[in-house]
């Protein structure tokens, strides 16, 4: 059966002259049939540069807008549509625009995992590996981060800066104690511990490197070390061990899963690519608008 499905699903992909993305969290299967996986941003980014007339994005809701919104030429699929993201759900644009004329006017630098709309309402977006890059290339001293609180104290620490925050957060990440942490670190006292800016601030204080799902890739790679505990959705395991099959990789603790990253299955992508469904359609006012913000960061990282 999935072996069926698998050649149907390679097949389509041809006859659509479609490109098949996955994020580093989900399932085994969906990674290993995926053409590219990467975390959201980078997968937006490598997509649009290729032939590809469409994406297919397994991943959630805000990724594939961000692809739409990147390549606004190609024809973006999800092939679900209840892959909403927590954090992303913590800010409307209205919400948004209501808490700048509260604080006065001042830049908003907003997470790529955040709806379209509001970063169409926004100056710059950032991700969890470009985050401080970005704030430091604003001249202005005090701005506004958005949704995420744990990224934007994180970005505080690192910069001068004066960082008003949303009090939004990932429940995957934001329930991480730091009891977890020192109960991981006692259990494997020689591993290096990798976490997610995302986790709250008193677990951040015991990493030995804060990076993106891309950046623990590329640190696990590198490093000299033989073994690491995780500190994000437990998907990356997968494409760590992988990579890296002489090295060891413990989770921090064993709930951070995030079931919306779990949903789509091989049935769901064959049926995307039969039927052309589900379309990710922003409206061009917005899109228009939001991709300023995402050009804005572009030209800090890749500028
Ligand atoms: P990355 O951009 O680091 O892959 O993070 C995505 C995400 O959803 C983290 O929770
Ligand atoms: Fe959203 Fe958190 Fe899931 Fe990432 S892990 S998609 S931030 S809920």
């Not at 399932?27 to 590809?52: M, V």
């Not at 606004?72 to 699929?77: C, F, Y």
């Not at 789509?264 to 922003?282: G, M, P, S």
Request: with cysteine.
């Amino acid at each position: 059966m999935t072996e069926t499905t698998t050649r149907q699903i390679r097949q389509l992909l041809r006859e659509r002259n479609a490109i098949l993305l996955a994020h580093n969290y989900e399932p085994p299967e969906i990674q290993d049939i995926a053409d590219l996986t990467g975390d959201s941003l980078e997968l937006s980014i490598k997509a649009g540069k290729t032939d590809a007339e469409m994406i297919v994005f397994c991943g959630v809701l805000f990724m594939a807008e961000t692809a739409a919104i990147v390549s606004p030429d190609k024809t973006v699929l999800t092939p679900r549509l209840d892959t909403g993201c927590a954090m992303a759900d913590m800010i409307t644009p209205e919400a948004l625009k209501a808490k700048v004329e509260e604080l006065g006017q001042m830049p908003v630098v907003t997470y790529v995992n955040s709806p379209a709309s509001v970063k169409a309402e926004s100056t710059i977006c950032c991700t969890s590996a470009n985050a401080i890059a970005v704030v430091n290339s604003l001249a202005e001293h005090e701005l506004l981060m958005t949704p995420d609180r744990n990224l934007a104290r994180y970005v505080a620490s690192r910069t001068n800066k004066k960082i008003h925050y949303w009090n939004g957060y990932c429940p995957v990440h934001d329930q991480v104690t730091e009891q977890d942490v020192l109960i991981a670190k006692k259990a494997h006292p020689e591993a290096v511990f990798m976490a997610h800016p995302e986790c709250p601030p008193e677990v951040l204080a015991h990493a030995d490197a804060i990076l993106s799902t891309s950046g623990m890739l590329k640190f696990a790679a590198r490093s000299e070390n033989r073994s690491f505990i995780v500190g994000t959705e437990e998907g990356l395991i997968y494409p760590l061990q992988k990579a890296n099959p002489d090295k060891s990789f413990y989770k921090v603790s064993s709930s951070m899963i995030c079931r919306d990253m779990k949903r789509t299955r091989l049935c769901d992508i064959l049926n995307a690519l039969k039927t052309t469904t589900h379309e990710v359609k922003i409206p061009r006012i917005i899109s228009e608008k939001a991709s300023i913000a995402v050009k804005r960061m572009l030209n800090v990282t890749h500028g």
